[in-house]
């Protein structure tokens, strides 16, 4: 790291190179980069593609959440981890590939699921959130905490060739939509199925995690125009992605006025 704050070092200069000659990121916009904190819920399908790519982004701290190991199943996407590492949790896996990609990132590892009670404090140690989960329990919570702690959240899904994502800053006020403005209520399980019982291609994953990436770039800089308000939909299968508005509800439980979510109670809290 360099001896002064916000100045880069000759090795960063170079490291960094193609981003400092961006005229929206340049040597301040890299700097931000540096001293920014990231979580990312989950290194698995997605997770693995997203922090690959922060990490050599040169984003500072990045906050992995898992409590998952490495299983052979997992390698036919999750291109963060090795076949070296099977059987490994997946944050102690993450951190040994950021390490050997940018070692001046500093990774902090959270070896356990995001719940009701841990959630706002994990959220709320970080600038930004990528959620990269593979179930509804989980894309709901990061939501709700996201909100609550007034983060901004990156969320992405696949499924078979099939992968959405979408950014959400509700916290901000109208007319940024929350990620219940979008889903009222997950799901009933029995209806949706997994990756692990549907399916999914493997590159599908690295598409969908570098896309969010990109926006948790674009968002940490506030550059370009943010997602927030659109749901882009990606169908690998018929090579077509489209961008659907997503408008805030104003009877949304919430981010509405009559807003009935006030904590993660909702979530199990006891
Ligand atoms: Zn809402």
Redesign the pocket.
């Known amino acids: 790291m360099s001896e002064r704050p916000g100045v880069l070092s000759e090795a960063q200069i170079q490291r960094y190179a193609r981003h400092i000659l961006l005229d929206e990121i340049g040597g301040t916009g890299q700097a931000r980069l540096l001293r920014a904190r990231v979580l990312a819920i989950g290194a698995g399908g997605l997770g693995s593609p997203a922090i690959l790519y922060l990490a050599a982004a040169g984003i500072g701290t990045i906050g992995v959440v898992d409590d998952d190991r490495v299983s052979l199943s997992n390698l036919q996407r999750q291109v963060l981890h090795t076949t070296a590492h099977l059987g490994r949790l997946k944050t102690d896996s993450a951190a040994v590939g950021v390490a050997a990609l940018n070692p001046e990132i500093r990774v902090i590892e959270h070896a356990q699921r995001l719940d009701a009670h841990n959630a706002l404090d994990l959220i709320g140690g970080y600038d930004l959130v990528l959620d990269g989960s593979d179930n509804f329990a989980t894309r709901f919570l990061a939501a709700d905490a996201c ?1 609550l702690a007034g983060r901004t959240l990156v969320s992405a899904a696949i499924l078979r060739f099939d992968g959405q994502l979408a950014t959400f800053k ?1 916290h901000l006020g109208p007319p940024h ?5 979008l889903y009222r209520e997950p799901p009933p399980p029995e209806t949706v199925p997994s990756c692990a019982e549907a399916g999914v291609l493997g590159a599908l994953a690295g598409t969908l995690g570098a896309w969010q990436a990109t926006e948790a770039v674009k968002e940490l800089l506030d550059i370009g125009d943010s997602l927030s308000g659109r749901l882009m939909l990606y169908d690998a299968l018929s090579a077509t992605v489209r961008k659907l508005a997503v408008p ?2 104003p009877d ?5 006025p009559q807003a009935t979510i006030r904590d993660l109670s909702c979530h199990g809290r006891a």
């Open positions: 909100h509700s939509p929350c990620y219940r403005c805030r509800d949304c439980p919430l981010c509405g």
